[in-house]
């Protein structure tokens, strides 16, 4: 149990937020598969004050994904905390701010990672949107700019004079965007002299390594992002290949159909959409390569449901080849909105 300002969050490990993928659906299915809480997909501050409707409409939610964690970027201090005051209107547990984006039209531009190298600027901003809302405000962090600035320690110090509530640390810098490996040992330190929550995250493959990353470094939760896209099941402990053909088939289906009730519109939107995640459901199923190509080319619901129903696979045998984690990173479906 984790208690972040008033809120109480059960459980030990979370979807990590990521923009293209944590939207409401799938939130709704990782929750449901024992994600601890929910994190929104990173949403502009600048957007947000303009009255952009498809920013806001990325805090859309339900009530099962509680509690939801609004996830803001930006870096002029009034317009993210004006920004903030619209979000809470929405009436989110928690509001973070994004210190933590690698992709450059972010962090180049002093917002996501950019805060890092403006810590104080990103303290001010954490006192300001919890003046303005009244809502706990947390933050996510890398380890610094580049090797040369490592600054994490300095950074959750100052945040945390700020009055921010918990703390994520992804264990690489901003240089390293998804390139080498987190470095658990420097999340472990943070850990050590925190006064805050810390949730670890970078790298971790199934929920058994986040218990024990949990353990070992002594973090309060940890997050899992890469593997948990078409892996909700990693929530509850359950290998993806220990999970018959039929249920994923299943879940890739009700997926889908959630998918087309939140974003309705005439056209093939809501499909276009799911590719990303029907491709992550069935990687390394060995499922078949040419049946693969023909459900990511057609645009009609009721052909990709039928074309997909007929697929028969016996077990699910996990290739060999390992998944390219570093294929997938943060710039991949960013739509800076
Ligand atoms: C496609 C994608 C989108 C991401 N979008 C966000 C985001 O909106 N906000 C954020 O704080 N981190 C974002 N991240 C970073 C992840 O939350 C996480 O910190 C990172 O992927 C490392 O964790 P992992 O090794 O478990 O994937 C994104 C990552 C990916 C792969």
């Not at 390594?209 to 402990?237: H, M, S, T």
């Amino acid at each position: 149990m984790v208690k972040v300002g008033n809120v109480i969050i059960e459980g030990d490990v979370a979807l990590s937020p990521m923009a293209g993928i944590s939207d409401s659906p799938y939130r709704q299915i990782t929750k449901r598969f024992g994600s601890a809480f929910s994190y929104t997909e990173f949403v502009s501050t600048e957007q947000l004050k303009l009255g952009n409707a498809k920013s806001l409409d990325m805090f859309r939610f339900v009530e099962i994904e509680r509690p939801i964690v609004f996830q803001i970027f930006g870096s002029d201090l009034e317009t993210v905390v004006q920004a903030s005051e619209i979000a809470a209107e929405r009436k989110p547990d928690i509001i973070d701010l994004n210190m933590g984006c690698s992709v450059s039209k972010v962090s180049h531009n002093g917002s996501g990672a950019g805060l890092l190298k403006n810590i104080r600027l990103a303290g001010k901003m954490i006192e300001g949107i919890k003046k303005k809302t009244n809502l706990p405000v947390t933050a996510k962090i890398r380890l610094g700019w580049d090797s040369h600035s490592l600054n994490y320690l300095e950074t959750v110090k100052v945040l945390e004079d700020s009055g921010v509530s918990a703390i994520s640390v992804h264990g690489r810098t901003k240089v390293m965007a998804y390139t080498g490996f987190a470095d658990w040992n420097a999340i472990g330190e943070i850990k050590a002299k925190a006064n805050v929550p810390i949730y670890g995250n970078g790298d971790v493959q199934t929920y058994k390594e986040a218990l024990e990353k949990k353990k070992q470094y002594g973090v309060d939760l940890v997050l899992i992002g890469r593997k948990a896209i078409g892996n909700p099941w990693i929530f509850g402990n359950t290998p993806k290949q220990m999970v018959p053909w039929f249920q994923i088939r299943s879940l890739i289906l009700e997926h889908l159909d959630m998918m087309l009730d939140f974003y309705p519109s005439t056209d093939d939107y809501a499909l276009i959409l799911f590719r990303k995640h029907f491709i992550k459901y069935i990687e390394n199923l060995g499922f078949p390569e040419d049946i693969k190509r023909n459900l990511l080319s057609v645009s009609s619901v009721n052909e990709f449901k039928e074309k997909l129903e007929s697929v028969q696979m016996d077990s699910n045998i996990l290739e060999t080849s390992e998944i390219n984690n570093e294929s997938i990173n943060c710039e991949t479906f960013v739509s800076l909105v």
